[in-house]
Nanobody
Framework: VQLQASGGGSVQAGDSLRLSCAVS????????AAWFRQAPGKEREFVAA????????YYSNSVKGRFTISRDNAKNLVYLQMTSLKPDETAAYYC????????????????WGQGTQVTVSS
C-alpha cells in the first residue's frame, strides 16, 4: 500500500493551495480518506475526512469553511483544497486511509502517506 502526498509548498498568508494524495495497493473506494497535519514539536492533528463514497465529510473547527476535502475514486486520488491559509497552519500534511468511518483519531487510520510540507509566511 502506498499513499503519495504532493502539492505542498511555500505560500503567503491568505493564499490557497491544493494537496493531492495518490493511493495504490488497496481498494481505495472501500476506505475513508483523511488529511492530518503535524507542526514541529506538536502532535499530529486531524484536518478533514471523507467517506468512501464522498457523500459525507467532516472538518476540524479550525479549517471548516476554508478547506475542502474531495476524492476521485476512479483515479484513486484524494484532495485537500486549502484557502485563506494562516501562518500557524505551517506543517507537514499527511493523507491517510482507514475503515473506522469519519474518525478524528490517528489510530483510526491504517495507512499513511509520507507527508507534504506546507509553509505559510506572514
Amino acid at each position: 500500500v502506498q499513499l503519495q502526498a504532493s502539492g505542498g509548498g511555500s505560500v503567503q498568508a491568505g493564499d490557497s493551495l491544493r494537496l493531492s494524495c495518490a493511493v495504490s495497493g488497496l481498494i481505495f473506494k472501500s476506505y475513508t480518506a483523511a488529511w492530518f497535519r503535524q507542526a514541529p514539536g506538536k502532535e499530529r492533528e486531524f484536518v478533514a475526512a471523507i467517506t468512501w463514497s464522498g457523500g459525507s465529510t467532516y472538518y476540524s473547527n479550525s479549517v471548516k469553511g476554508r478547506f475542502t476535502i474531495s476524492r476521485d475514486n476512479a483515479k484513486n486520488l484524494v484532495y485537500l483544497q486549502m484557502t485563506s491559509l494562516k501562518p500557524d497552519e505551517t506543517a507537514a500534511y499527511y493523507c491517510a486511509c482507514g475503515s473506522d468511518g469519519l474518525t478524528v483519531r490517528v489510530s483510526g487510520y491504517l495507512y499513511w502517506g509520507q507527508g507534504t510540507q506546507v509553509t505559510v509566511s506572514s
